[in-house]
């Protein structure tokens, strides 16, 4: 993963520098794009000269989308505004009017935000205007396309794009299925790909570069595991998990071993194999009790009550949901405290102990209720129901009735 970062960030990073091309098109999938942006970030929060404008709101079409980019200039503005005030300096020109008439071509309306956005630019020391279009989703192509397609540089528009960066999201994955439009003069093409295939790929070679450290090839063997646990490739998953699980005993990182042993658990729990899912959830108790991570602790308790509920061990899966309950208070995980709450009444419910199970079901509804927590709520309320009913306490139940028809 870090190599396919450092690479992408090199790309970006050079593309700004350079001086010969004047547009980037990425062509990626709308998994890769919020990764895209956020190296953006990183490439901007590491200039000291450069102007950034990002604009990544979806595509429905283009007056929609320029009409969102005037809103989000205007804010841009306020802001450079506010900080000159502090310094004691004028403030910006206000935007054309003309940008705010919605019945002007769009093309013309992104060009003419463009060129305002650059001409605040200090006239010296090297600054230049990179200007971001990534929508993280686009929903008609060929309007997408045409919105930009006059902003390609050609010999007639290049004295207009002085100082200017352009970086625009394309689609598709192969560059012989790019339009021609793509393979003008000055029109730089980048792929970023974080898909499961090339990270595993990329992890796998970080795993055996012996100029890492043997910690950093231990995390990229992590990483794949878990990728390989992710697709289904369970032996896999099994066969690093036990060298990692070698790696941090030898190391005595005892929360690691306990991720590493839970996760082991979480291989036979998919498989069906409870016994053996509850064996090595068990044996990361002790290490995450002897150097406690409430995050891993909590999951660990959790899944030992999936289990035992699934083997009908109620009373058990009952103290073990409790306990989940406990973890997720102290973490402040109200998400956490309900689905414990939850499951604790549905073990004590599988026990006849209905007074035990109604009060876990009320906690349970009160705090979905309190932060809403609508889908909890409701499932909650269902529960009361069914205990209500079991119980006879009519007036309860006419009342839950009530709120879940209110839902």
Request: proline residues 5%; hydrophobic residues 40%.
């Amino acid at each position: 993963m870090r190599a396919l970062v450092e690479q992408l960030r090199g790309s970006l990073s050079s593309f700004v520098e350079q001086r010969d091309d004047l547009l980037l098109l990425c062509s990626c999938t709308d998994q890769d794009v919020a990764i895209t942006l956020q190296i953006l970030r990183d490439v901007d929060e590491s200039s000291g000269t450069d102007l950034f404008l990002f604009f990544s709101h979806e595509f429905r079409d283009a007056a929609s989308y320029v009409s969102f980019a005037v809103k989000q200039l205007v804010t841009e503005r306020q802001f450079a505004c506010d900080a000159a005030k502090r310094e004691g300096k004028p403030e910006l020109p206000a935007l054309p009017a003309a940008l705010f008439d919605e019945a002007r071509p769009n093309q013309q309306r992104l060009r003419e935000m463009i060129e305002y956005a650059r001409d605040q630019l200090p006239q010296k020391g090297g600054h230049r205007l990179v200007w971001v279009m990534m929508p993280l989703q686009i929903h008609d192509l060929a309007a997408w396309r045409a919105l930009w397609a006059v902003l390609l540089p050609s010999r007639e528009v290049w004295p207009w794009m002085r100082s200017l960066r352009l970086i625009f999201r394309e689609v598709s994955s192969l560059p012989d299925r790019l339009p021609e439009i793509c393979r003008n003069p000055r029109v730089r093409l980048a792929y970023p790909d974080f898909g499961p295939a090339a990270m595993h790929a990329a992890l796998d070679k970080e795993s055996q570069d012996q100029a890492l450290s043997e910690s950093q090839r231990m995390q990229a063997l992590l990483q794949i595991a878990c990728l390989d646990y992710a697709h289904g490739r369970e032996q896999e998953a099994i066969d690093r998990y036990h060298i990692l699980l070698a790696y941090y005993e030898k190391t005595a990182e005892l929360p690691m071993q306990a991720f590493v042993l839970n996760c082991i658990g979480d291989v036979f729990h998919r498989r069906g194999e409870l016994a053996q899912a509850q064996h090595w959830y068990e044996r990361a108790v002790p290490p995450i009790v002897k150097s406690p991570s409430l995050v891993v602790f909590a999951t660990i308790v959790k899944n030992l009550g999936d289990v035992a509920y699934a083997q009908k061990l109620y009373p058990h899966a009952e103290q073990y949901y409790d306990g989940w309950e406990k973890l997720a208070a102290k973490m402040f995980d109200i998400d956490g405290m309900v689905r414990a709450e939850e499951w604790r009444g549905r073990s004590q419910e599988q026990q006849g102990a209905w007074d035990r199970a109604t009060k876990s079901w009320q906690a349970a509804a009160h705090l979905s209720r309190k932060v809403g927590l609508t889908p909890y709520l409701k499932s909650n309320l269902e529960h009361l129901e069914r205990a209500y009913q079991h119980r006879r306490m009519y007036d309860k139940l006419a009342q839950v009735r009530h709120e879940l028809n209110q839902l």
